[in-house]
C-alpha cells in the first residue's frame, strides 16, 4: 500500500475494496450442491488435492480456499466431489461422507488440458480468448479456431497507434477489445455469434452437420492450403463466395437475430428443486423437411476429414458458429427431429445453477460488525463496545498531532499505532 494523503483517503479506499468484493462475490456460499444432484453449474479444479476432482462455487471457497485452483466454468450434468470419499480433504458443508460420484465425466480439462491442441492453460501467459463448445463444454484457442494466427506466450502488450478514423462506434469498439491484449481482431468477433460447436461434436451430431455452412451456420474455410482463411456463413445457392461479400453472406432474419448483441448462453436458478423444462418441445410430424440444402463445401470439408491423413488437404475443421435466433430456425420435422431432441441444448436454453444471493454482500464491514455484536450476549456485548470505544480514543488522540501539523498519515504510522496497542496490552 503506497502512502495516502490523509484517513479521508484511506477510509475511501476500503469503502471501495468493499464495493468491488459485493460486486465480485455476491453470493452466498454456504451450502454445497452434492444434495442437488448432477446439475449444470461452475465447476473447479483443485489442484492440490490428488484426484482431479470437481468442485461447486461453495465448496471451492468455503472448503478449498488455501488451495491452487482452476476455474472451468460450467459443466452440465455435474455433481460437486468435494463430500464424496475421492477427495480426502473433508467438505465441511456437507458432513457426511459420500461415495465416489460414478456418472461424472472427467474430459481432459480435469487434467488441466484444453482445446484440441492439448495445451495446459495459464492465465499467466495465454493471450487468446478462449471459447467454450455447447456440446462437449471443452475451451478452444481463437488460433486453434483459425481466427487468428498464434501469439506467443504473453509479453508486454504492444501500446495500439491512437488513429482517427471514420468508423462507426461498434468497430470502434471491436477495436479497443481487441487491442487490449495486444493482438488484432479475430476473422469471428463474439458479436458475430452466439453459440460455437466444435468440429468433433458437429460430425456427432446430424443436424449440425447437415446445417454446417448453411445460412446463420459460420465455418471457417480456405480455398487451398496456401489461400487465407475465410468465414464462410451460407450463401442461399450453396457457392463459394468471397470474403469481400461476407456482409451478405452473413446476412440474417432479423426476426430471429439482434444485431450486435449476445444474449447470456443459459438462465440460472438457485432452488433446490428446480423445473428442468418449461416446456415440451415436440417434433412437426405432418410438416415437410425444412432443412435448407448442404452446403457442398462443408460437406467436402467432413468426407475429406475420412481421408488418410497423409492425402487430407486442411480446407477446414468443420467448427462452427451458431448466430442469434438459431434454436428458432431449426427443421423440426420427424426426419431432423430425433438429432435436436437427443441432444436438448440445441433446442431449449439450459439453466445453470447459481448460489443464493447474499444478502449481507452489501454491508459495510461496520454495520457486519454491529450485527455481530447484537448476537452476543449482553455481558460480552457491553464488553466489546468499551473496548471499541477505548481503541477509537486512542486513535483520536494519536492522530491528533498529524491533523494538528498537516503531516501525511502513511502506511507505517497505522502499523506502529496497532504495535503499540498490542504491547500496551502484554504489558498490562
Known amino acids: 500500500m503506497t502512502s495516502l494523503g490523509s484517513l479521508t483517503e484511506f477510509v475511501a479506499s476500503q469503502d471501495e475494496l468493499l464495493r468491488e468484493a459485493a460486486l465480485t462475490l455476491p453470493h452466498e456460499f454456504s451450502r454445497c450442491t452434492y444434495s442437488l444432484g448432477p446439475i449444470r453449474q461452475a465447476v473447479y479444479l483443485c489442484l492440490t488435492c490428488k484426484l482431479p476432482r470437481g468442485l461447486c462455487s461453495s465448496c471451492s471457497i468455503a472448503c478449498h480456499t488455501d488451495h491452487e485452483q482452476i476455474e472451468l466454468f460450467p459443466k452440465r450434468n455435474f455433481r460437486c466431489d468435494c463430500p464424496t470419499a475421492a477427495i480426502p480433504h473433508g467438505c465441511t458443508l456437507h458432513r457426511s461422507l459420500e461415495e465416489e460420484n460414478r456418472e461424472n465425466s472427467y474430459d481432459q480439462n480435469f487434467r488441466s488440458i ?5 495445451r495446459p492453460y495459464d492465465p499467466k501467459c495465454e493471450r487468446e480468448t478462449m471459447i467454450q463448445c455447447l456440446a462437449c ?3 478452444f484457442h481463437e488460433s ?3 481466427l487468428r494466427t498464434r501469439p506467443s506466450s504473453r509479453e508486454s502488450s504492444p501500446i495500439p497507434e491512437n488513429e482517427v478514423s471514420d468508423h462507426n462506434n461498434d468497430t470502434e469498439d471491436n477495436q479497443s477489445e481487441a487491442s487490449s491484449s495486444g493482438l488484432p481482431m479475430p476473422l469471428i468477433s463474439a458479436e458475430d455469434y452466439d ?3 466444435c468440429s468433433s ?3 456427432s451430431i446430424d443436424i449440425l452437420r447437415r446445417y454446417a455452412g448453411t445460412q446463420g451456420v459460420i465455418m471457417v474455410v480456405r480455398d487451398s492450403e496456401d489461400s487465407p482463411w475465410r468465414k464462410l456463413g451460407g450463401n442461399p445457392l450453396c457457392v463459394d463466395v468471397p470474403t469481400t461479400m461476407e456482409d451478405e453472406l452473413l446476412d440474417i432474419d432479423d426476426s430471429l437475430a439482434g444485431p450486435g448483441q449476445k444474449r447470456s448462453r443459459s438462465h440460472s436458478f438457485h432452488s433446490e428443486a428446480p423445473e428442468r423444462k418449461k416446456q415440451h418441445v415436440l417434433p412437426e410430424s405432418s410438416s415437410p423437411c425444412l432443412a435448407p440444402a448442404p452446403n457442398l463445401i462443408a460437406q467436402a470439408i467432413f468426407q475429406n476429414s475420412q481421408q488418410p ?3 487430407k488437404v486442411a480446407l477446414g475443421e468443420g467448427d462452427v458458429f451458431l448466430t442469434e435466433g438459431w434454436r428458432g430456425r431449426w427443421c423440426r420435422c420427424s426426419r431432423c427431429f430425433p438429432s435436436l431432441s437427443d441432444h436438448p441444448y440445441l433446442l431449449e436454453e439450459e439453466e445453470t445453477y447459481e448460489p443464493p444471493e447474499d444478502p449481507d454482500s452489501a454491508l459495510s464491514l461496520e454495520e457486519l460488525g454491529m450485527r455481530a455484536l447484537e448476537r452476543l450476549p449482553r455481558d460480552r456485548a457491553i464488553d466489546g463496545i468499551r473496548a471499541f470505544n477505548d481503541m477509537r480514543d ?3 488522540a494519536y492522530l491528533r498531532p498529524f491533523a494538528q501539523e498537516g503531516r501525511i498519515v502513511g502506511e507505517a504510522d497505522v ?3 496497532f504495535e503499540t496497542l498490542q504491547e500496551s496490552k502484554h504489558g498490562s
Open 415 to 417: 502499523r506502529q499505532f
Open 195 to 197: 453459440a460455437f460447436v
Open 309 to 311: 491423413s497423409d492425402t
Open 201 to 203: 461434436c458437429v460430425r
Open 144 to 146: 486453434c479456431l483459425h
Open 394 to 396: 486512542d486513535l483520536l
Open 137 to 139: 463444454e471443452d475451451w
Open 114 to 118: 484444453f482445446c484440441r491442441c492439448g
